[in-house]
């Protein structure tokens, strides 16, 4: 039962554009979402998060928007450079448990 | 930002024989941390939640004796993979929350398993 789902596993973008990565839920209780980049061999890096009362949070050239309705949100980057060539995840958590449900990641590829 | 160090990054031995990981908070305590593992072009699984001064509590599925999990202090969870098997090959991630709250975890670069 896969409670976070990234069904496109992967993206390629050229550099410059815009790249969007969307991730599903189906557990209503989660309420605090947050996206990871990681490379192979490597721990997961904190992007971005956003608490499950809005429904945009920005920071830089990352934006997440959240859409309770439909239990979907995405990670916008812009604009797109090589260097964000990763595998990107999004995390769900529920009820300040910390417990993290990851998706299964999209790999971004991002073209000079 | 807060970090979180993890050791050995990579590790391989014998069938049978115990691995120990150590996952250490360098500028923070944690009263808790998380130990996930992944198989290649999987996703992330959690295991267990690493309770400073208790038990660790396991996610369904996950065999606590086979995965010993020991937080023996603010700083130090160690999870340890006794009897190895081939199939306990993996990478194994830990992770903790600083400053009290459940806003941003922090991850180790995480332990490549290898059991021959």
């Known amino acids: 039962d896969q409670q976070v789902k990234q069904n496109s596993p992967s993206l390629s973008v050229q550099e410059g554009r815009i790249s969007i990565l969307n991730c599903d839920y189906t557990?209503?209780?989660?309420?605090?979402f947050l996206w990871y980049k990681k490379y192979p061999a490597e721990g997961p890096t904190f992007l971005i998060s956003?608490?499950?009362?809005?429904d945009k949070n920005e920071d830089g050239r990352f934006t997440v928007f959240l859409n309770k309705s439909a239990k979907h949100l995405s990670l916008h980057i812009v604009p797109s450079q090589p260097g964000d060539s990763a595998v990107y995840f999004c995390?769900?958590?529920?009820?300040?448990?910390?417990?993290?449900?990851f998706g299964q990641g999209t790999t971004l590829q991002v073209k000079p | 930002g807060a970090v979180v160090s993890q050791h050995p990054s990579r590790v391989i031995c014998k069938s049978g024989t115990s691995v120990k990981i150590e996952c250490r908070s360098l500028d923070f305590q944690a009263t808790t941390m998380f130990w996930y593992r992944q198989f290649p072009k999987q996703s992330l699984m959690l295991m267990a939640t690493s309770n400073e001064g208790s038990k660790a509590t396991y996610e369904q599925g996950v065999e606590k004796d086979k995965f010993l999990i020991n937080h023996a202090s603010l700083t130090l969870s160690t999870l340890t993979v006794t009897s190895a098997h081939p199939e306990d090959s993996s990478f194994y991630i830990c992770?903790?929350?600083?400053?009290?709250?459940?806003?941003?975890?922090?991850f180790g670069q995480g332990t490549r398993l290898t059991v021959v």
């Open positions: 992770s903790a929350y600083s400053h009290g709250g459940y806003t941003e975890a922090f």
């Open positions: 956003i608490s499950s009362i809005k």
């Open positions: 995390a769900a958590q529920a009820s300040n448990t910390g417990k993290l449900i």
């Open positions: 557990n209503s209780m989660f309420d605090y």
